[in-house]
């Protein structure tokens, strides 16, 4: 078993052990201090504050660090008024602590093992996964600057259990995961055992398909990359668009690969499959229209003939008229705006005669006599409904002459 961790480079200065205090950590710490070694170890706790027995687990955890003479961390994450799928917060906070508290030339491992390949395959069926759930569990893959390493992937918790007898490893069993509440748990505890007694090797025949859905994952990235480097448009907001013509010349299938791909490379939350259909839907929508599919964390929106990434509580700007006459130095502190008077006329390409400048900025509840020309103006510098309001309009002498983009 020792050899699993000839996974770790031999280059890494640091490797951080997610440690639990469990079965599987505690095998992961001991094969990790058994090993000679070039690195830094440091077991990594993370209390999720959801049990009355969180602070004997934390305890333990500190000791068993302390017996092995290596110094932990602890971190306290805040899943307070979490009402549903609590493991999926938890794994969020503990990977954005990740990110930020490690460097290049670090490692983290995590205790993964075969079980919890065969019980992420079959909720990733349970839950409709396409390719990329359905791959599983990655044995490595990178965090911010990190490596992130699962080395038992290989081995079962049986084998970890013997591991742990043979070698006197002492562990704290937290009684949560005797509890049905969560679906992970139910897997493990009533059906796993009832599929198992009925196929006994079926973790092997899971962990093959896990492969070739990797595969076939990776095969499909690759179709959606020369898709995406085809069909990406123009940056909005720190998001490239794409080019709807290009994008409705695919065939359906190739049409979803690339949409979801879009939305990884944006580092954006993936989208479920009804809502990815709606928005195939609305991919024909007639000129003019400007239909939304909205998510949590964002929204895709089609205008231009273009689709957009629109992030949720974006900045709509502030509505209002800001009068600098000839006013030198153009700055609006709480837009961040700032810079000179001549930048101004030469983006607009008009020569400075003293005029006196304003910049107004949209105002839906307020009747606008240059509507019409301002909606020209949207349109001719291709500005999306949504960015409107952020965009400010520059008036000389009362005229309105463009905008500041």
């Known amino acids: 078993m020792q050899s699993c961790l000839d996974l770790i480079p031999d280059d890494v200065n640091r490797v951080f052990v997610a440690f639990s205090g469990g079965l599987d950590s505690s095998v992961l710490l001991h094969l990790l201090v058994s090993k000679t070694r070039n690195f830094e170890i440091i077991p990594w706790h993370f209390n999720h504050g ?7 687990m934390e305890a333990f955890c500190i000791d068993r660090a302390s ?42 491992v995590t205790a993964h093992h075969a079980d919890d390949q065969a019980e992420t395959f079959l909720l990733n069926a349970l839950r409709g996964s396409g390719s990329a759930g359905l791959r599983g ?45 969560f679906d992970r748990n139910y897997l493990r505890n009533q059906v796993i055992p009832a599929v198992r007694e009925r196929w006994p090797h079926f973790q092997d025949a899971l962990s093959s398909a896990s492969e070739l859905q990797s595969e076939t994952q990776d095969l499909l990235d690759e179709i959606a990359a020369l898709d995406y480097a085809e069909l990406k448009a123009a940056d909005s907001e720190g998001f490239a668009t794409l080019e709807l013509p290009g994008l409705l010349q695919l065939s359906p299938g190739r049409r979803k690969n690339l949409v979801r791909y879009w ?29 939304e599919i909205a998510m949590p964390e964002y929204s895709i929106r089609l205008y231009d003939q273009r689709l957009f990434l629109v992030r949720e509580g974006r900045n709509q700007g ?23 008077r001549e930048a101004i006329f030469s983006q607009l390409k008009l020569s400075d005669q003293g005029q006196s400048l304003s910049l107004r900025f949209r105002d839906k509840g307020e009747e606008n006599a240059d509507r019409h020309r301002l909606k020209r103006l949207f349109q001719k510098h291709r500005v999306p ?17 463009g905008l500041l983009l």
Request: aromatic share 6%.
């Open 318 to 340: 502030d509505c209002g008229v800001f009068d600098f006459g000839l006013n030198t130095n153009i700055e609006i502190k709480q837009l961040g705006l700032k810079l000179q």
């Open 385 to 401: 409904p949504w960015e409107r309001a952020s965009i400010a309009q520059v008036y000389l002498d009362g005229r309105l002459e």
């Open 263 to 291: 939305i990884v490379e944006a580092g954006l939350p993936t989208i479920p499959q009804a809502r990815l259909q709606e928005l195939m839907n609305q991919l024909h929508a007639k000129p003019g229209a400007t239909p």
């Open 67 to 108: 017996h092995y003479g290596l110094e932990i961390r602890v971190d306290q994450l805040d899943l307070r008024n979490i009402d549903s799928n609590i493991e999926a917060e938890a794994r969020h906070q503990r990977y954005l602590l990740f990110a930020e508290h490690t460097r290049a030339g670090d490692c983290i």
């Open 50 to 56: 959801l049990l009355d027995i969180a602070p004997r």
């Open 137 to 181: 569990i990655a044995r490595q893959r990178l965090i911010g600057d990190a490596l992130l390493l699962r080395p038992l992937l290989n081995f079962s918790r049986k084998q970890l259990e013997q591991y742990a007898a043979q070698q006197e490893i002492p562990w704290f069993n937290d009684p949560s995961n005797q509890s049905d509440r």
